[in-house]
C-alpha cells in the first residue's frame, strides 16, 4: 500500500495487519514513554482544508508519537474562495519534501486527485474527504469492536443514521464487510443513497427492528440543518425513529456496545445515558484512534525513503 | 483578411454524402456543377480555365453538408481566457462546421441586441464559419424577467434561438410566456431541462456509483420531469420547444411518446453523451464533469437508438472550453463543461456509422439539415449538396484514424474527454461559401 484512500481497497490481510500493528502501538500508551522512533526523520504534513480538530490532533498525535516531523497546514475554505489551488498547495508540499500528506477535504476524491495527479510523491493518507470515505474512522473502529468482539468475521453490525452524506459509513461498510462482518445501516429513507446495490451490507428503515440482533451499534452524527432540506420533518421526530436511548438500547444483546464517530449531537442521535453509558466505547474509540494511525503511519512511511530513487541511481552508476 | 481567396475549388472523386461518387465544381460560393470527369469536360462549360481552379483531391472522402452546430460556448464577451469567437470558430472549421450558434452564457449575457450584434460581428470577421448567436431567454439568465426577445430578433444578429442554457428557465410562467412571446418572430426556445430543486449540489448522474463515489446525485428525473412540463405547455401555446442535450433513456422516451401523439418538439444530444458513461466519474478527474452529467451505458445506447430512429432530430456539440485552472483542481470546485467541436464528428462515425447504425446521409441529416432548419438558416446552410446550392461543404476521410491529443486543439481550451482516445474520421477540408477554411486537416488561412 501506498497510500490510504479507500478502505474499499484495503484487502483483508492488509486489514488484519494494520489492526494487529495498531495493537503493538496501543501498548505503547501504557507506557511511561510514549513514544518511538519509527519515523524520524520523516516530514508528516496534516493537510486540513476543512476544522477537524479531533482527527488532526489524532493524527498529530501519532505521528509525534513515532517521531515524525509534523506540519500542520490549515487551508480552510474551499480553493476558489482561498484563492490557492490544491495544486498549488500540493506543490508547495512536495517542495518541502512531504513524506506522507494526511489530507482532510469537503470535495470528494480530492485525496484521490492528490495521489493520482503527480503533483507530490508523497504517500496521501485520505483523513475524511467531502461525503465519501473516511478510512482511518473505519479502522478504527474495527480496532474498538474487535477488542471486545473479538474476531468480526460474522458480528453484526448495525450503522444508523446519515449514510447519504457519511463518509464514516462509507468507510465503514467497505471495511467491516471486508473483514466478514454482516453490516445493516439504518436509516430514513432520504438518508440513504437512491441505489445502494453496490453497497455490500443490508438495509433497514426499522431501528427497533435491528437493534436485536446487533453485536455493534454505530450511531452517526446527523446535522440538525438536514431537516432544511426536508430530509425530514424535525429533529424531535428524528430523534423519536432513529434516535438511540435508553429503551431503544435495552434490546441490544447483553455484549453488544454502541460506538459514535463524534462529535456526538447529545439528545439528538444518542441520549446522554447512552453515551456515558457501560456500553459505549465512545472515548476509547478516540483512544485507538491515535493507535490506528499510528499503525497506517508506520506501514505507509516505514520504508526507506526514495527507494525507486536509489535504485535508478544504482543502476545508471553501474550501467 | 484572406490573402488569397480562391474562388473556384474542383473536388474531385468524392463519395456525396455517403453516396455516389462524383467531382464538384465550386465557383463563387456555389456549387455549380456535379458530375464525372469535370476537369476534363466541366470547365470550359463554365467558363473556367484549369489554371483558375484549385484542384482538391476527394478519392476515398465522404463530402457532407457544411455542419451546422446548434448549441456551442464560445465564450466572448468575458471569457477570452477560455475561448474566443475566432479560436472557437477556427475549432468548429477543422470539425467541418460552416455555422455555429453561440450560447447566451456570456458575461455580459447575450440578453439585448447589443450584445448578440457584438457576437454576430465578431463572427463575420473571424470568417471561419457563421456564427449565429442565440438570445437569453431572461434577463442575466436569472429566470425572473423576460429579456427583450423581440429587440434581439429585429436586430442585425436575426436571432431566432432563445435559450438561458446553462440554465433551466425553471419557472413554469414564465416558460410559458417565453414559448408564445417567441411565436411573434418564429423563434424556438431551447431548454435546458434541470429542476433546480432536484439538482441542489449535484455533481455526477444520481445511481449506484454517485452512492458510492460520495458525490451528489443528478438525478435522471431533474430533467424529464422538465422535458415533460415543456412539451406540454408547448402543446397548450403552438409554439416551438427545442430541448438541449438530452440525455436520458426516459427523456428519449418521452420525446418519442410526444412526436407520436403529433406534439411539436425537437432535440439535441451531444457527442459525449453518445459515447462516454459515468463510470468516468470514478477517477475523480474533472474533464468528465459535465452538465447533464455523464450518464449510463443504458442510457447512451438509448440516445443512440434516439438518434437514430429520428425521435432525437439532431447532434449538437455543447462545446464548453474552460481554461486549466478550472478543470485542474478538485471535482466539486471544477466547472462543468468538455470542448467538443473538433471531435464531434469522429465520435459521430464511431457511435453511429462504424456501428452501422446510421448511414452518411443521416449524419448529414443530424447534423446540418436539421440544425440548420431548427436555427432558421437554411437559407445559407444545411442544404444538399446540389447545383445551386451555396458550397458550404466539408470532406471527412472515414477510413483515417487519430488519437485525440488535447495540446493541439484550436480551441484555447483543452478540457477534451476524448483525451487519448483513437477515433475514427478526420475533416481534411471545409468550406465555407466557396472559400476554404479547412485544407488538409489545417487551418486555410
Known amino acids: 500500500m501506498r497510500h490510504l484512500l479507500s478502505a474499499g481497497d484495503v484487502s ?16 505503547l500508551a501504557d507506557r511511561p514513554i510514549k513514544k518511538l522512533p519509527a519515523l524520524r526523520g520523516r516530514t508528516v504534513v496534516n493537510l486540513f482544508f476543512e476544522d477537524s480538530t479531533r482527527t488532526r490532533i489524532s493524527f498529530e498525535a501519532a505521528a509525534k508519537r513515532l517521531s515524525a516531523d509534523v506540519i500542520n497546514f490549515s487551508a480552510k475554505g474551499s480553493s476558489v474562495s482561498k484563492g490557492e489551488s490544491l495544486k498549488d498547495t500540493a506543490l508547495t508540499l512536495q517542495a518541502m519534501g512531504a513524506d506522507g500528506v494526511v489530507c482532510r477535504h469537503g470535495s470528494s476524491g480530492a485525496p484521490h486527485l492528490l495521489a493520482n495527479s503527480g503533483w507530490l510523491n508523497g504517500s496521501v493518507i485520505n483523513a475524511g474527504d467531502g461525503t465519501h470515505e473516511h478510512p482511518t474512522q473505519a479502522l478504527l473502529d474495527a ?54 446495490t453496490a453497497w455490500p451490507c443490508a438495509t433497514s428503515y426499522d431501528l427497533d427492528a435491528a437493534l436485536p ?103 545508471e552508476t553501474t550501467a | 483578411m484572406s490573402p488569397r481567396p480562391i474562388n473556384t475549388v474542383l473536388i474531385t472523386g468524392a463519395s456525396i454524402v455517403g453516396g455516389e461518387v462524383a467531382d464538384l465544381l465550386i465557383d463563387n460560393g456555389q456549387i455549380v456543377a456535379i458530375g464525372n470527369d469535370l476537369g476534363q469536360n466541366g470547365l470550359a462549360q463554365h467558363g473556367l480555365a484549369k489554371e ?10 465522404v463530402a457532407l453538408p457544411g455542419l451546422v452546430d446548434l448549441h456551442t460556448h464560445l465564450r466572448e464577451p468575458g471569457r477570452e481566457d477560455a475561448e474566443t469567437v475566432l479560436t472557437g470558430t477556427r475549432a468548429a472549421a477543422l470539425g467541418g462546421f460552416t455555422a455555429v450558434h453561440a450560447m447566451a452564457n456570456t458575461d455580459p449575457v447575450a440578453d439585448t441586441a447589443g450584445v448578440v450584434e457584438q457576437v454576430w460581428r465578431l463572427g463575420r470577421e473571424a470568417g471561419y464559419c457563421d456564427v449565429f448567436p442565440i438570445g437569453a431567454v431572461t ?39 417565453a414559448l408564445e412571446y417567441v411565436k411573434a418572430f418564429g423563434g424556438v426556445v431551447a431548454q435546458h431541462a434541470q429542476e433546480p430543486r432536484l439538482t441542489q449540489g449535484a455533481q455526477m448522474n444520481e445511481g449506484a456509483l454517485s452512492g458510492v463515489l460520495g458525490l451528489t446525485g443528478w438525478p435522471s428525473v431533474a430533467e ?74 443504458e442510457d447512451v445506447e438509448a440516445v443512440r437508438e434516439g438518434l437514430a430512429d429520428g425521435t432525437i432530430d439532431i447532434v449538437a456539440t455543447d462545446h464548453a472550453p474552460h481554461p486549466v485552472e478550472d478543470k485542474d483542481c478538485e471535482w466539486s470546485a471544477a466547472a462543468f463543461g468538455m470542448t467538443g467541436l473538433e471531435t464531434a464528428l469522429s465520435v459521430v462515425q464511431h457511435a453511429m456509422i462504424d456501428t452501422k447504425v446510421m448511414t452518411w446521409a443521416e449524419v448529414a441529416d443530424r447534423m446540418s439539415y436539421r440544425p440548420a432548419a431548427i436555427g432558421q438558416v437554411t437559407a445559407d446552410h444545411g442544404q444538399p449538396l446540389v447545383v445551386g446550392a451555396p458550397a458550404n461543404l466539408t470532406l471527412v476521410d472515414p477510413a483515417s484514424q487519430r488519437t485525440v491529443v488535447p495540446g493541439e486543439s484550436a480551441s484555447l481550451s483543452r478540457n477534451t474527454p476524448f483525451d487519448g482516445m483513437t477515433l475514427p474520421g478526420r475533416v481534411v477540408a471545409t468550406f465555407l461559401r466557396g472559400t476554404p477554411t479547412v485544407l488538409d486537416g489545417k487551418l486555410a488561412r
Open chain 1, 213 to 315: 440482533k446487533s453485536d455493534a451499534v454505530m450511531m452517526l452524527r446527523v446535522q440538525r440543518e438536514r431537516m432544511n432540506d426536508a430530509f425530514f420533518p424535525s429533529a424531535r421526530e428524528y430523534t423519536r425513529r432513529y434516535g438511540l436511548d435508553v429503551h431503544r438500547m435495552a434490546q441490544l444483546p447483553d455484549e453488544a456496545i454502541v460506538l459514535h464517530p463524534g462529535p456526538m449531537n447529545r439528545g439528538m442521535e444518542i441520549s446522554a445515558e447512552v453515551a456515558d453509558s457501560t456500553r459505549s466505547v465512545i472515548v476509547e474509540q478516540v483512544t485507538n484512534g491515535v493507535a490506528i494511525r499510528m499503525a497506517v503511519l508506520y506501514l505507509l512511511l516505514s520504508g526507506s525513503p526514495d527507494t525507486s530513487t536509489d535504485a535508478t541511481t544504482t543502476e
Open chain 2, 52 to 61: 483558375e481552379v484549385e484542384v482538391v483531391e476527394g478519392k476515398g472522402l
Open chain 1, 143 to 196: 480496532f474498538t469492536m474487535r477488542r471486545h468482539l473479538g474476531s468480526l468475521d460474522g458480528r453484526r453490525i448495525t450503522i444508523v443514521g446519515d449514510v447519504l452524506h457519511s463518509r464514516v459509513a462509507r468507510s465503514n461498510v467497505l471495511l467491516l464487510s471486508t473483514l466478514g462482518a454482516e453490516v445493516t445501516v439504518v436509516a430514513p429513507p432520504t438518508l440513504l443513497p437512491v441505489d445502494m
Open chain 2, 139 to 177: 434577463v442575466g439568465l436569472k429566470g425572473t424577467q423576460l429579456a427583450e426577445l423581440g429587440a434581439m430578433a429585429d436586430s442585425a444578429a436575426r436571432v431566432r434561438v432563445f435559450s438561458d442554457d446553462g440554465m433551466c428557465v425553471w419557472d413554469a410562467a414564465l416558460m410559458r410566456r
Open chain 2, 224 to 297: 424529464e420531469s422538465i422535458i415533460a412540463r415543456d412539451i406540454l405547455l408547448n402543446a397548450h401555446v403552438g409554439s416551438k420547444l427545442h430541448i438541449c442535450h438530452l440525455s436520458t433513456k426516459g427523456s428519449v422516451a418521452i420525446v418519442r411518446a410526444a412526436k407520436e401523439r403529433g406534439l411539436d418538439v425537437t432535440a439535441e444530444v451531444t457527442p459525449h453523451h453518445l459515447l462516454l458513461t459515468e463510470d468516468l466519474a470514478a477517477s475523480y478527474n474533472p474533464v468528465y464533469k459535465v452538465n447533464p452529467p455523464l450518464r449510463t451505458r
Open chain 1, 12 to 27: 483483508r490481510d492488509e486489514a488484519n495487519l494494520i489492526l494487529d500493528t495498531a495493537e503493538e502501538m496501543r501498548s
